[in-house]
């Protein structure tokens, strides 16, 4: 037995390998071939990731990678580019490639019989048990790893060296030296590289069930059951990542690209599990075939994945990685949406491009333009699993959808060429975006009200795509949504009409509901809300510009936009922010300013009402991640304790005109007056059972239609990753603390493997009253950050690479933080404000050398009256040789914690909470 097949099941593949599935065979074959003539030598070096490595400095595009040719080229633009970054980047996919290239062979060395495949593999894995101890451990970005710079990224490469070895040992003609291979590679490269993943816990992250299947192959052929049992059933195993990351529709919590890159580890992993002898619940088992199809739900006209939350933008379901899915679900049970997929992806009419399989790296995303594709395209999953033919192919057309533990709603009319969504329900955790009742609008290739997704990890327009205001959702107070789950209180479709609505509680005594209603030729949008307290609302509008009646921009004064004053707010990314003086009119007419994609034919028209009266700005905002540059942007900003913002968009010339009855918020259900171009006019209501549309016909008849679908009680998503409450505990003033093991947050080594870093801290204060700071960190190697470093590695700032402080105060209302790094050559104290807290308060301070460390001494004036301050205090420590920090001591406690990600960032509830005694 294998660990991925009972051995009558892989000899059965073996003749499937020679049938049906030859011309997949022998086109895995004619790839390896160069590889079989000339064995490549593995890398000496680790990955490194920065901001400029693998990307075109001119468009962000990711650079070329051609297994044979050592090259940087822009497949955009026919840039070449050279560098360190550039090499040590291209390793993160050369890696990759090599271990693949190890499991393709031992597979096809197999299947074929092929002993040229077979050494190939042996020479591979050879090379990389000898290899693998001396890569350092160190500059890691997420989570320990030697050849990379992430582990999830060295469980993938280690899961297909595992493979590779136990299908070398399988096979029929094994070489004598294969049993001392298996004992090196065993110890050297699979024991240390599984404990090395084993000490990086992720959660529930998708990056953790690529380190579950990992360690289950690893455990399996190490002989260590404890490893096993606690990636499958532990705390953060496979059993939990299918109970609760995995959600009821089978679609993964963090969205489908996410979805498409987690399942794929799933698939990994039951299959490995099963194998073990473990049997998954009925209901888990179900959900987990529902995976295979859950992202294929979502898809726009375009084919394309909505671009939801940290995506890559507009990614093409015609790829053979989401053929293979399609296929490896069909093998282990029959799914109709499957085989209509498949019959999609197959069409021999679609032109075909470079499908790139000759160069992919395992299981780690690169996408490629559209091609056509067929079975001899798949990988070596469907070389092992796949069926040996198909069900006749059939593709039906694709209709309204709803995911209701995602929260996600697709409306599609015209068999799928016109779509709307509205994305109310799950946050996506880490990797989702403030846009909960955000909107997507699409007529076939025309993108109206778009999702930008995200652009790269480590360039500062991050936090711009991270940002509410990026999106075509409620924007409240000028900040960012807070983390939250939305309700879904109705979704219907009739035959010529489909609607859903849904809720949130964006913050206490807050709730936002948004209504779409979708028509063949216009969709009407109902944005409402009520609070306890007066709030602003916005709702950004991207591509769009006020006009008059004859279509001319409205004009303007040029005027900047206050808004919220964090990274992630967006603000501070817009240019050209101007108020536009608008006509007092009941509907603002906006249209789209350059037609869809640079299309000029292409117009979407919009009639847009808002009560209490909006104020109306304009800004030019980021583009989309693969147009650099800017776009316009429209910003309707209203104020009040409860509003209503109604708008009508048409896109096919359809609508001449729209009206209401009365004000706006008068009734509880405004009536709306819809006037065709054609004449005829439609009218709607919101009514006790749903949404009512009266439909005039050609010769004045009417079409009467009742949306219904409501929900007895809202359905909401667990409100399982929000902030939790703050501790109530306070430490009256003054007070002192070591910092030690049980602070530290660490990196690749423990607390005592980094030399036991410790910090001295005394918390005073002073009539004013005036808070006083004296921390003394020894040891310390006194390596600070020059003031004007730039960070060439990431977004984040370059200061928390090396000694320094991390300072968090909040007074009331009042809130600030600080970076505070000693200038070497003085005794002063480069200060930096921390994004995102403030500017309430200020902060002095100095600091001296001491025999083995260092001593800096802060002083902050506290407003008058704040008698609970609340503070947390960072120490960021280093080494000589590392590029990023080693650790952190946190005043707040950190056992357990890793520092990988966090930058700067620091949790509001983290704060401690001190009195002050009558000074």
Known sequence: MTLLLPSEALRARRDVARGSLAPLAHGLLDELQPLIDRPPAVPAEKALLSRAGGRCAMDGTLLEYDPFDPRHRCPRCGREYAGEEHDRFRLYWHHLFLAERTLHAAVLGNLLDDRRCDALAAALLEQYADRYLDYPNRDNVLGPSRPFFSTYLESIWLLQLVLAIDLLEKSEHPASSQASLGIRVRERLVAPSAELIASFDEGMSNRQVWNNAALVAAGRLLGRSEMVQRAISGPSGIVAHLDHALLADGSWYEGENYHLFAHRGLWYGVGLAEQAGFVFSRTLAARFMDGFAAPFRTILPDLTYPSRRDSQYAVSVRQLRFAESCELGLARGDDRRLVGMLARLYDPAVPRTRTGRAATSADVERNLPATGLSRADLSWRSLLFARETLPALVAAPLRSDLLPAQGFAVLRRRDGDVYAALDFGHSGGGHGHPDRLNVLLMDGATRWFDDPGTGSYVDRSLHWYRSTLAHTAPLVDGRSQPRAHGSLLAFDEQHAAAWVSASIELMPGLRIGRTVVLLDDYLVDLLEWDADVEHEMALPLHGLDLVDDAGRPLPRTATPIVGGAGLEDGFSFLARTARIETPATKFALVRSVQGADGDPTAELRGWVRAEPEPAWWSADAPDVPTRPGMAP?????????????????????????????????????????????????????????????????????????????????????????????????????????????????????????????????????????????????????????????????????????????????????????????????????????????????????????????????????????????????????????????RGQLVLSGAEGEFVYLRGDRHDRHRLLRFTIPDV
Do not use: K
């Open 633 to 885: 942007m429209l910003l309707p900003r209203v104020f009040g304790r409860r509003g209503r913002l109604l708008g009508v968009w048409s896109w096919r010339d359809a609508v001449a005109d729209v009206v209401t009855e009365g004000r706006l918020l008068e009734t509880a259900s405004p009536a709306l007056e819809v006037r065709r171009r054609d004449g005829r006019r439609d009218r709607h209501a919101v009514v006790d059972a749903g949404w009512r549309i009266d439909l005039e016909q050609p010769g004045g008849a009417r079409d009467r239609i009742l949306l219904e679908g409501l929900r007895r009680s809202p359905q909401t998503p667990p409100q399982d990753d929000v902030a939790p409450p703050r501790s109530s505990r306070q430490t009256p003033l003054p007070a002192a603390f070591v910092l030690g093991e049980p602070h530290y947050r660490r990196s690749e080594e423990r607390w005592a493997e980094a030399g036991a870093p410790h910090a001295d801290l005394r918390i005073g204060v002073e009539p004013g009253p005036v808070l006083q700071i004296e921390l003394l960190v020894e040891p310390s190697s006194r390596l600070f950050v020059v003031e004007g470093t730039q960070n060439v590695l990431d977004n984040e700032p370059a200061a928390i690479n090396g000694d320094g402080v991390q300072l968090y105060l909040a007074c009331g209302e009042i809130e600030s933080a600080w970076l505070l790094v000693p200038r070497r050559d003085s005794d002063d104290v480069w200060i930096t404000p921390i994004t995102g807290w403030g500017t309430g308060l200020e902060v002095n301070a100095r600091w001296q050398s001491t025999r083995a460390g260092y001593r800096l001494t802060a002083r902050i004036p506290l407003p008058a009256g704040c008698t609970t301050p609340e503070l947390d205090l960072l120490v960021n420590e280093t080494a000589p040789g590392r590029a990023r920090r």
